[in-house]
Every structure is written in structure tokens, then in C-alpha cells.
């Protein structure tokens, strides 16, 4: 791991302190109680999302649709609390109480009590429209409405209930028993006292809570789209995938964007009809690459998980680049890395100009716990202040990309995006 830049502890410490502030909202904002929690959905996000209140002591109704869905998410549930036993993190006491507070249910109107509710359901408008039309029509007055999509626009959800002050985004990682992060998404509509509580009891829950306005991916995904963009283009371009990913372990992430996939799935949204073949992905996906659950997707991988970049896969994306025209040359590991990093700091400097996320501190908190950004560079924007602004405006004219004006201007200005 690098040394700190300057400044970098204490600008998380102070970022900490300030996320789960909201500007436009008064201090004496009334907060609702949340005495029981509903999750709609019993899969690996459901279940983890569930975890986070049983360990705060919050009971949670849990509602599926089939018995053997709902069966195998409870089962998961105590499997990872008795990891957790194991590991010393907690005593069996402590997870056969949490468990305790589960109720499982096939019964969408066991809801109706709950103070809070969270559909964990495919990521699917259509889909969540008519969760939220049905649970509209069950839930109490007061409840809090919240999905926990990870790019879809919480505003539209919300035109299909006769409540829309009481739905918001709440964005968990997984494994959401795990990771810190809570994107908390602000819609048009949501009341003061919903948003206000939500955030206070993220931080009851042991999360990071960071307010996002409505836009396609929020703050995290819309700057992740940036990145993979620039990834995907570099192989049809000539970088090899495996050494894209290798700038950024360098750097310090844990893992690439081609990593990332293979873990996720390269399969994800795919059409399932191999003659259709109009991205790398889907030539994968074709050659029956789905990533590591197969044994191989960008990387061939051993049984114990251990990749080794492919041979085959280095042939299919020079044919895919064949065919769609792309001359191959030599790319740098410095391009890569601008390639890579730039445009993301450009559409965070985008996201605070329109006011999505509130502040630049914010920002940092999003990446450096939901993304695994590197910790000794204080964020993705601290790093920018000292990378220079001028010299990421610079590199991102030179490979033709785009600038966003906020950026331009404070790089012409010698200003930050950092307060400190």
C-alpha cells in the first residue's frame, strides 16, 4: 500500500462527519419510529439487507414468493451468522438472537405492520412498479417505501403509489451484511422526516449513509459506467484486459473491471441467444464464459479461484476488434490509467455541479466504501486535487474525452473540489 497523501485521514474522518448532514434540512426534522422492517425478496441482497437490522436488533418480515426460495435465503442467513460466530465477531448467543427476530413469510400482507419496507426484488422497472403498486395498497399509513435499486429512476417508481413522500432509493452492496456503503436516493417528492430517519438509521445499522439525487446509477454506478466504458474500448484499441486490470491493482483497487466481471457474472443480463453477438461481453457469453461460476470468463480459473489470463479470450476480442474495424497498437500503462481514472473524475465533478451528490466529500465516501477506491488517496476527488485538475483536463483533450465544465473551471481557476 502507498503512503497517506497529505491530509487524507483526516479528510475521511471529516467526510464522516458531514455525510449524514443534509443541507436543505432543518436540524429539528421530526424522525418516525421503526420498530419492524419488511424485506421483499429472500436472495443473497434480500438476505443481507435483512442481516443488517436483526444484528441492530430491529425485527424483520421477510416475504418470497415460493417456500424454497424463502427456505434456502433463512438458511443462508444462519450460515453466514455462524461464519461470523466462528470468526469471533460474535457470540452464538447474539446470532441465535438476530435469527430469532426473523419472520419468514409467503404472505405479501405480513408487510402491512411494518414501519419500513425494502423490496429487494430484479432489477426490473416493470418489476418494481408492481411491487410498489401492490405494496401501496397494504402497507400503513406512514410506512416508508424504499427499493433498494441500483440504477433505476426512484421517481417513476414512486408515480405508481398515492404516497410518493414516503419512497425512497436505498442502494446496499453486496454482500449487504458486509459492505458500508448506503446510497440514500433522494426522489422529487420524499418527505423530510423519511429521508432524515433513513439516514439516522443507517448509522444505527453500522453503515455509511451518502444522500444521491435521481439520476441513472446515482453516484457510484454512473462514475463506474465512465471507467468501463474507457476499459471496454482499450481492448478493442490493443491493451491487453489482463493488463488494464493490473493498472488499477496497482493502483489499489482489489480487483479490475475484468475481474469485477468474472465475479459478478458476465452472464448478467445477457440476451441467452448465442448468434447475437454485438459486444465482447456477449462473444464471452456465447463461447460459454459466464465467469468464475463456470470456470473461466475473461480468465481461465483453477478450483481453487486462482485466474490466469486466456488465450482464447486474447483470440475472441482480436476477431470481435477485427470485425468491427478497430486497428490494434500498442497502449500504455499510462494511458490506461488516464483512460481509466479521468473520466471518472469528470463525471463527479458533473454529479456535484447538478447537484447529486452534495458535496465532494460525499463522493470520496461512495468510492472508498462501496468500490473499493484506495484509502491512502482520500477518495476519488481528494486524489484528483492532487493529481492536479489541470493535468486530468489535460490528459482527458488529449485522448479526446469528455470535459465537464465544473472541472474545466476549476482546473483554469487553481481551485479544488476539496474543502480541506
Known amino acids: 500500500m502507498s503512503d497517506p497523501l497529505p491530509g487524507a485521514n483526516a479528510h475521511i474522518a471529516a467526510a464522516l462527519q458531514l455525510c449524514a448532514k443534509i443541507d436543505d434540512l432543518p436540524s429539528d426534522t421530526p424522525l418516525l419510529t421503526i420498530a419492524l422492517v419488511g424485506v421483499i425478496g429472500a436472495g443473497t441482497m434480500g438476505g443481507g439487507i435483512a442481516m443488517n ?34 470468526r469471533g465477531r460474535i457470540d452464538a448467543a447474539e446470532a441465535e438472537a438476530a435469527m430469532a427476530r426473523l419472520s419468514p413469510s409467503l404472505n405479501f400482507g405480513a408487510l402491512a405492520d411494518c414501519d419500513l419496507v425494502i423490496e429487494a426484488v430484479y432489477e426490473s422497472m416493470e418489476v418494481k412498479k408492481d411491487v410498489f403498486t401492490r405494496l401501496d395498497g397494504i402497507a400503513k399509513p406512514g410506512a416508508i417505501l424504499a427499493s433498494n435499486t441500483s440504477y433505476l429512476d426512484v421517481n417513476e417508481i414512486a408515480s405508481v403509489t398515492a404516497r410518493p413522500e414516503a419512497v425512497l432509493g436505498m442502494h446496499f452492496f453486496s454482500p449487504a451484511n458486509v459492505m458500508k456503503l448506503l446510497e440514500v436516493v433522494r426522489g422529487a417528492k420524499t418527505g423530510a422526516s423519511q429521508l432524515a430517519t433513513v439516514m439516522q438509521l443507517a448509522s444505527l445499522i453500522r453503515k455509511v449513509p451518502v444522500v444521491s439525487g435521481v439520476c441513472h446509477g446515482f453516484i457510484g454506478n454512473r462514475m463506474l459506467s465512465k471507467r468501463q466504458e474507457q476499459a471496454n474500448a482499450l481492448i478493442l484499441e490493443g491493451a491487453a484486459y489482463h493488463q488494464v486490470d493490473q493498472v488499477l491493482l496497482d493502483f489499489g483497487f482489489p480487483m479490475g473491471p475484468f475481474q469485477m466481471g468474472d465475479l459478478a457474472g458476465l452472464d448478467i443480463g445477457w440476451h441467452r441467444d448465442p448468434s447475437i453477438v454485438t459486444t465482447v461481453r456477449e462473444a464471452l457469453c456465447a463461447a460459454g464464459r459466464w465467469g468464475q461460476k463456470t470456470g473461466k470468463g475473461f480468465y481461465d480459473y483453477d478450483a481453487n479461484r486462482q485466474r490466469t489470463p486466456s488465450a482464447e479470450v486474447e483470440a475472441i476480442i482480436a476477431d470481435f476488434a477485427r470485425r468491427e474495424g478497430k486497428a490494434q497498437r500498442e497502449v500504455s500503462r499510462e494511458e490506461i490509467f488516464a483512460r481509466l481514472l479521468y473520466p471518472m473524475v469528470s463525471e463527479g465533478a458533473q454529479i456535484l455541479d447538478e447537484g447529486i451528490a452534495q458535496r465532494a466529500g460525499d463522493i470520496d465516501l461512495v468510492w472508498l466504501n462501496g468500490y473499493g477506491w484506495p484509502a491512502w488517496t482520500g477518495g476519488i476527488m481528494y486524489w484528483a486535487d492532487h493529481e492536479g485538475l489541470a493535468r486530468i483536463v489535460a490528459g ?17 481557476e487553481g481551485g479544488q473540489f476539496s474543502a480541506d
Open 53 to 86: 437490522f436483526l444484528s441492530a436488533g430491529i425485527p424483520v418480515t421477510m416475504v418470497e414468493r415460493e417456500q424454497a426460495a424463502l427456505d434456502r435465503g433463512v438458511e443462508v442467513m444462519g450460515r453466514n451468522y455462524a461464519a461470523s460466530v466462528k
Open 396 to 412: 482527458l483533450d488529449q485522448y479526446g474525452l469528455p470535459v465537464a465544465p465544473l472541472l474545466r473551471r476549476k482546473a483554469e
